[in-house]
């Protein structure tokens, strides 16, 4: 038996040339394409469903991002939720890029 697991270890990169992702942190739910809770351990970073943990050293992550200053430079609109219940895709055309 075979299944693909993708976790979110994310690298936030000092450089956008050193990015896989350009993300933009929006103000407002409703402008997100994903909602994201940073989880406190690994283990809770499971699939690609908006639970982020942030881990020190970019060999380490699936994902390296770079968080952008304008929303017209992003690959990726995030906004950050309180309760681990709350993440999700809002724009699911987006999915592909955190795989």
Known sequence: M???????KIHSVGFSSQAEVNVYVVDFESQADLK???VDFESQADGNKGLWYFVD???RADKKIYFVDFPSRADLKVFFVGFKSQAG??????????Y
Do not use: D, E, I, T
């Open 89 to 98: 895709w809002r724009n699911a055309s987006k999915k592909y890029l955190m």
């Open 2 to 8: 075979s299944f693909n697991s993708y976790s979110q």
């Open 57 to 59: 050293f970019p060999s």
């Open 36 to 38: 994201v809770y940073k």
